[in-house]
């Protein structure tokens, strides 16, 4: 295994009515808290009602309707919120959305400038406030790592920011909040817990053993839960696994000993700054093209293994294995609704150059991803999802 | 998945030369430093004059003699030198024993009587020093819990000590450490981690599939570094996995959502506390008697489910799978050159019905466990691990 370090304070309430704990918990950092959510539906839902009430004895601040893709828009107006009614702490109650908003949100206001230069320049972090968190959507494992991805509109940059002292303090995990998630948004949500693993999982270290079996037991959890969550919405069992399984794939747990850079996001990322889509739809459709156009004799060996421990696939001949796993992969995305096509996206070649070139600019996918990608691997990759 | 709370924020520094960081560490906390360790293992090592010169600055004192199974007599003595140095910070330098004893110091210090009434009484536990640790036997997981086992001689009891407040603030996990521990303690903290891992994973709830997942991940690395670490002690691959999962195996993330008491712990605890025998090694007898004792109807589906996910037993029929994967279990601990029966560590029958009526009385398995056990359930158990 490689050496590593492994911190992660966030105190994690998982189970149903555990939102109760907010007053107490709240209450340890001040009077003053904004309220940080995206549409709708946690008044429709009526969790918004349920906050209103269990805080009435704070002072309640809000910044409303923070896009799927969060902007740096949406950030700079919470930062001038918290400023403004001296903010003792966020409560961002949605999806990895509202927590990575409330992340930049949360470090700006304790920066003088742009909070988009926190983006650009970590180094310019140097404090922020304290972030509590009610989980309603599973996907981005937001609510309980320390990174945040922001786009930014004008540039169509969409970026991480990540820092120690950007983990939530608390993050409250009500799997019933999943009840009422609409079809697809559980189907893009576990496209990207599994994305999340595979690109943990798909690294050159192969001596990270303990690390690996993890991954494939987020990876079969998902697969076993996700049809009974889209069957029976209220199955509180199948809520509950693929909630967790969304808050363990991306807390830093599934990379210990291992690590290098993400490819399947690069090249995603680029996909929803250009064209806002949704992030879990994107990679849906790329994952599996990437795993066809890396598979090679160097990496089988991996996709094999990933193929019998994961799917159970007997197949001996390694090639074969990997190709099977594959395509069940791909299998799988589509069962759960997703499109498997960029054009089912309303996406076309025209920009491909020009994103290719972005992916590899913003990431390490040319020099430190599983297989090094250059702009026109990435071309080929969108190319075979065209559809 | 029954809810729960997760909320470990222990800072661990995993890998060759992490302890390099102690002086910093140890720095936020002041210079007066308490270091407790067991016999002359690390002075043999050299790990002991690591330590000095990295700590030259700070004012070190000295608890040593630790036991194997850590006596209250010890934790009263690093309580007096906590009052009389004025301690800032306790290193614990060792294994479980060093670390359990160090977390009952750390919390005697701010308590005005005897150290044994927190063990007996939780609510009287205040406040804790905060501990480092560097860790030199994998086995317990004490590095990244509140937990801790203390012996009163006085009265042959063996009790665990918890509290939120009993987390090492910071551990380093230096597998290169392990390269010198005798055979006999790699295969016995082996068996301690598998142990740990058995009580989880059986547990009534089945609802908690992904938790059931890990659980099986940290077995097979076990099972499939143990040996490696055997026939090549300076193997770090193998001592890296064996001592990751050593912490993951009792850092709270292997019983989210399920939960009960553990029974093969309660009926070893006794043994070493009359006894005094090595802790794995008295659980590696015990466990295969009892994982037999309690197969049945209601129970064959879970144990088969053990022996396929884990052992890759393919047996259609759940008894007899169930059956192959015990015998594996019982192979495999010989296998490491671990005792099967209680007449080879000399232990007879004579106290069996004592022990017995102890291990019932102080654990909850006559009521919260996998499969209730009464003292004549535990005295059959321990019969049929006489030998």
């Known amino acids: 295994m490689n050496s590593f370090r492994f911190c992660v304070p966030t105190d994690i309430r998982f189970g149903e009515g555990q939102i109760s704990c907010l007053p107490e918990e709240l209450g340890k950092y001040g009077k003053n808290v904004l309220l940080v959510y995206g549409g709708g539906s946690i008044k429709r839902s009526g969790l918004y009602d349920t906050i209103q009430e269990l805080l009435k004895d704070f002072n309640l601040f809000e910044l409303s309707g923070i896009e799927p893709n969060p902007k740096i828009t949406s950030v700079r107006k919470g930062v001038a919120l918290c400023r403004e009614h001296s903010i003792d702490v966020i409560l961002a109650v949605g999806g990895g959305s509202c927590i990575d908003a409330s992340k930049n949100i949360a470090c700006g206001a304790y920066y003088d400038g742009d909070p988009w230069d926190l983006v650009i320049d970590r180094s310019k972090m140097t404090k922020a ?23 930014n509109e004008e540039t169509h940059e969409k970026l991480e920011i990540a820092g120690d002292i950007l983990y939530p303090a608390l993050s409250v995990c009500d799997p019933t909040y999943l009840y009422t998630l609409p079809a697809r948004q559980t189907a893009a949500g576990t496209a990207d817990i599994m994305s999340h693993v595979f690109e943990q999982y798909f690294q050159p270290y192969d001596g990270a053993y ?12 998902c697969i076993h839960y996700a049809p009974i969550a889209l069957a029976e919405p209220d199955n509180y069992e199948a809520r509950s696994n693929l909630m967790w399984s969304s808050t363990i794939g991306l807390n830093h747990l599934l990379t210990v000993g291992k690590g290098g850079a993400w490819s399947c996001h690069a090249m995603e ?8 889509i949704t992030h879990g739809v ?27 421990n994961v799917w159970g696939i007997t197949e001996p001949d390694d090639r074969a294995a990997a190709e099977q796993g594959i395509a069940r992969t791909e299998e799988f995305f589509q069962s759960l609704g997703l499109p498997s096509t960029l054009r089912e996206v309303g996406i076309g070649p025209e920009k491909f150059e020009e994103m290719a070139a972005e992916a590899v600019r913003t990431s390490g996918i040319a020099t430190r ?19």
């Open 282 to 308: 994107g990679l849906a459709i790329v994952t599996p093209a990437w795993m066809r156009y890396v598979l090679c004799d160097r990496t089988e060996a991996r996709f094999a293994m990933y193929a019998r």
């Open 269 to 276: 990322h680029e996909l929803s700054a250009y064209y806002d």
């Open 210 to 221: 303990l690390t690996d079996r993890f991954c494939e037991s987020v990876l079969k959890t």
């Open 129 to 151: 406030l304290p972030i509590a968190v009610v989980l309603t959507i599973c996907a981005t494992g937001s609510e309980m790592n320390c990174g945040a991805v922001i786009s």
């Open 369 to 387: 991803s599983y297989y090094h990608l250059q702009p026109e691997d990435v071309v080929k990759i969108y190319e075979s999802c065209l559809g």
